[in-house]
């Protein structure tokens, strides 16, 4: 009995490519082939040492996140919240006083981070049902049917392994989606439910904004303002002493408290990337999914 990332998406992305499928009259031979050509524009775009300039609003450049990225991403979130003693113990802590955590990812994607969550949760086996309250922002409203469909994949799995009864599932995933830029300082009042969560998180966004940007640090500072004593940020990103800075900005104007940097170069440990299905034995020869990180994190704890 296991829960896996690479199950959790593999049904996700099938029911995507079925939609375009349906809804575009396009082949999924086609589709398939535009995937590959997708990460391999997505991969030079990261790398171009410049603003990476990606197409999130094109279903197929997300179709190549979530066969190429998603699980490493999941895991990397997951990893931080093992590996972190203080993280490890203020989520701990709040499951077991509240059986509830609120989280909030900026730059959430398709929400990875709910796969990290799933998989935590049942592997600490508290005996106990935990809600996770999810908000994720995210400038890129077309990840919401990722969103819905992670979230729905996670239900169905906890389905399967427990019951249709919730109280026996190690975690219930509840939760929001919400379209915003975090470098627009406007939309912030929009936002109206994330400004209580016990955990602020950042895997993976401060290397897509690039650049030091002062509207960001000013959004992140407004968040934590309002965030409560206590409330952990986790800050995720490949290694860097450019993105250390990012952090190290952000966190200061913000008047988080940084732990100091930890590095992390891991490969995923229990996921098979066969178990994608279809798509794996579609494009495995031409473009494995990514199965390691090489990365670094701080955590920020308000005063
Ligand atoms: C590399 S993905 C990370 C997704 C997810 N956190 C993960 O680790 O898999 C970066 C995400 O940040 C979002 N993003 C980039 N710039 C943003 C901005 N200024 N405001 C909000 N989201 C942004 C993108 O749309 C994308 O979904």
């Not at 239900?155 to 995933?173: E, G, H, K, Q, Y």
């Not at 406007?186 to 109206?192: I, K």
């Not at 408290?257 to 178990?275: A, H, I, N, Q």
């Amino acid at each position: 009995m296991s829960v896996s990332f690479f199950k959790i998406l593999g049904p996700v992305i099938e029911r995507e490519i079925g939609f375009i499928t349906q809804q575009h009259g396009v082949s999924i031979k086609k589709i398939y082939a535009r995937i590959i050509a997708e990460a391999e524009r997505n991969q030079k775009e990261w790398y171009s040492n410049k603003v990476p300039n990606l197409n999130y609003i094109n279903p197929i450049c997300r179709l190549a996140y979530l066969y190429i990225v998603a699980a490493a991403n999941a895991g990397t979130f997951k990893h931080v919240l093992e590996e972190h003693k203080g993280l490890r113990k203020f989520v701990l802590t709040k499951a077991r006083e509240r059986r509830e955590i609120k989280i909030c990812a900026f730059g959430a994607g398709p929400g990875t981070e709910l796969l990290a969550m799933a998989k935590f949760f049942f592997e600490l086996n508290l005996g106990m049902n935990i809600t996770v309250d999810f908000q994720l922002v995210d400038k890129t409203q077309e990840w919401m049917s990722s969103w819905y469909g992670i979230r729905e994949q996670v239900n169905d799995t906890f389905r399967a392994l427990f019951s249709t009864d919730r109280s026996t599932w190690p975690i219930v995933p509840l939760g929001n989606f919400l379209s915003c830029d975090v470098t627009d300082l406007q939309s912030l009042p929009l936002l109206s439910n994330i400004w209580n969560q016990d955990i602020y998180v950042l895997n993976f966004l401060l290397s897509e904004i690039f650049d030091d940007n002062p509207h960001c640090r000013a959004f992140m500072s407004q968040v934590a303002s309002f965030a409560p004593p206590g409330a952990h940020f986790i800050f995720i990103e490949r290694k860097g002493t450019m993105w250390e800075k990012r952090m190290a900005a952000i966190a200061a104007e913000s008047r988080l408290k940084l732990s100091p940097f930890v590095e992390s170069r891991r490969t995923l440990v229990g996921e098979r990337p066969e178990d994608l299905g279809a798509i794996f034995e579609a494009l495995s020869e031409q473009r494995m999914p990514r199965l390691k990180w090489n990365i670094v994190y701080s955590i920020g704890v308000k005063q």
